[in-house]
């Protein structure tokens, strides 16, 4: 973090940087390549990037820039306020050094090429064009060469995509050539813990591109340019004519010099939070060891590896590659929304929601409620949407959640599967699955919501964790004739897939002493504000949506040799 204060002189603008150790190396060296893995609280946004940013603007006028993250209502709603709001603080001025979402005014230099849309879009004085581009919708990139990058919380970005990104990072070296910043990449993230889905270490990998001698070489020749050009300074002031001569000399080699090492230079630095502890303060890091735990404080304040857990998974036949999907989102979707906006997604944004079928959900309940919707068709079923709540909040909440998102969905039909134990006093009405029904289909006023709810599990019994175990891999495998297959939106499911991926197979003995495949559901003990990422109980609505009679029937008859009753366990 840092401040700026600009002093008038008669000579030049003075500018006093308050930054961490890091970010002032950084600044010194400017290096082509950066790739910074930092823990919260660094600015890795507001202060890195955006100060990086604008150094790139400075040195290749004109050019082409991409501002890449992991969704586009993330670029909209976080990643590109962020960076405004860096450069706010570092003395731009929206309408005077930039503008967003117009074309620029009269008095801006224009990009090297003429930009098609200015939708979505960040123009500078200067002359450069910045664009957004996202994983869940990816050919928002598609078509344009740029001279930069930036992407925020790499973690959340496959290697392909990066990999695919690279060719873009190219325009005429005639007009960028001669800045070190020229097709090069700018990426923070706090620790990636494939523990968790969703997260990707490549960035890990970038240490070995950085060349620790050309390295050390810039820092002391941009620790040395920088000592001479505040002599430099001291002479102007005091008017010692010989002096500044001689100085303006030496600058001048050691700025050649300076450029040079630049080329073709990366940065690879691991930082926890405390390299800016001045800001900071020790309050900070009592608050947030409390909030996050230890095991994600570790990674995400302290930047350290997270050690991987003893035991299996217990869905240990998801495969990303094969059973999630990140093109669940019609790009278009996006326009209707300036940067800035909360761009929120509706069920009409959704590629793969087919509004004129029955909408699929299962349920879990208890202080975390959750919902996952999909839909069934040729022999798929596709996750779309998952909700959650947490305690006080519940059914009302949950069903106003899902109302919201499906308010433009036309068949107003929902077929809801749910954990019998929801079902346990319907006879006074009172029971989580009545109470849920009754919130989707009328609102709080009592009026109607025109939706109508059929209820497939009334007297159906506990589903065991091992048929659970069973037929979720056999679905996913493929390997039985009549079980769907199953594919998971990568974005919409994101805390299912989450669930899915920490939940642990433990085997123990029955009630009648048989030794069966359980779910480790510790983690359901865990904070409520933990859970959604963290905890089984999401797996559990999973549970609910695909553990359906037809398809049971068809795996028992299939995988008689390793059935275990019971099975189902009736009432």
């Known amino acids: 973090m840092k401040q700026k204060i600009h002093v008038k002189t008669d000579f030049d603008d003075i500018e006093l940087r308050y930054a961490s150790w890091l970010k002032t190396i950084l600044d010194l060296m400017q ?4 790739f910074l893995i930092l823990g919260r609280g660094t600015g890795k946004t507001t202060d890195f990037i955006a100060e990086r940013s604008m150094d790139a603007c400075y040195d290749m006028p004109h050019s082409y820039q991409a501002l890449i993250g992991d969704t586009y209502t993330n670029i909209l709603k976080n990643i590109a306020p962020a960076l405004i709001e860096g450069w706010n603080r570092k003395g731009w001025r929206e309408g005077l050094h930039y503008v967003v979402d ?9 990009p090297y090429k003429a930009p098609q849309t200015y939708k979505h879009t960040i123009s500078t004085l200067y002359g450069n064009f910045f664009n957004y581009i996202s994983m869940d919708t990816p050919s928002s990139g598609a078509g344009n060469s740029y001279q930069h990058g930036y992407i925020d919380e790499g973690k959340y970005i496959e290697k392909k995509r990066v990999d695919k990104m690279f060719p873009a990072l190219r325009g005429d070296a005639t007009l960028f050539g001669h800045s070190p910043f020229f097709r090069g990449l700018t990426v923070t993230t706090d620790y990636p813990n494939l523990l968790m889905p969703g997260e990707h270490d490549w960035i890990l990998s970038k240490e070995k591109e950085m060349n620790r001698d050309q390295m050390n070489a810039l820092l002391y020749i941009s620790l040395e340019l920088n000592e001479k050009r505040a002599d430099l300074l001291n002479a102007q002031r005091k008017r010692n004519h010989p002096l500044i001569k001689k100085l303006e000399k030496k600058v001048a080699e050691l700025a050649v010099l300076h450029t040079r090492a630049r080329f073709d230079s990366t940065f690879f630095y691991i930082a926890s939070s405390f390299v800016n502890l001045d800001i900071l303060t020790l309050d900070f890091f009592k608050t947030t060891l409390a909030a996050l735990g230890e095991e ?9 590896k997270p050690e991987v857990e003893a035991g299996q998974k217990f869905y240990v036949a998801l495969d990303p590659d094969k059973h999630i999907y990140d093109d669940g989102i019609y790009e278009e979707w996006y326009n209707r929304y300036n940067t800035g906006d909360s761009a929120e997604t509706y069920s009409t944004a959704l590629r793969y929601c087919d509004s004129s079928r029955p909408l699929e959900i299962g349920v879990d309940f208890g202080d975390m409620c959750s919902i996952d919707v999909g839909q069934t068709k040729d022999n798929l079923v596709r996750g779309l949407k998952d909700f959650h709540t947490l305690a006080p909040q519940g059914p009302r909440e949950l069903a106003d ?12 039909r929902i077929e809801l599967w749910g954990d019998r134990s929801g079902n346990a006093n319907q006879a006074t009405n009172r029971d989580w699955v009545s109470d849920l029904v009754r919130c989707l289909e009328y609102y709080p006023d009592g009026s109607e919501t025109k939706w109508k709810v059929d209820v497939k599990t009334r007297g159906f019994g506990n589903i065991s964790q091992q048929l659970e175990f069973l037929l979720v891999k056999a679905m996913m495998q493929g390997e039985i004739p009549g079980l769907p297959q199953i594919a998971l939106d990568k974005y919409q499911m994101r805390h299912t897939i989450s669930s899915m991926s920490v939940a642990k197979q433990v085997v123990k003995p029955n009630a009648k002493g048989i030794r069966q495949i359980h779910k480790d559901k510790s983690s359901e003990k865990l904070p409520l504000s933990k859970r959604p990422m963290n905890s089984t109980n999401l797996s559990d609505a999973f549970k609910y949506l695909v553990c359906r009679p037809q398809w049971i029937a068809i795996l028992r008859n299939e995988k008689k040799d390793v059935w275990n009753p019971p099975d189902i366990i009736e009432e």
């Open 31 to 34: 290096p082509k390549n950066a």
């Open 102 to 110: 117009e074309p620029p005014p009269s008095h801006f230099k224009l």
């Open 401 to 412: 959640q899902f109302l919201e998102f499906f308010k433009f969905h036309k068949l107003k």
């Open 296 to 304: 994600e404080f570790n990674t995400s304040v302290l930047s350290l």
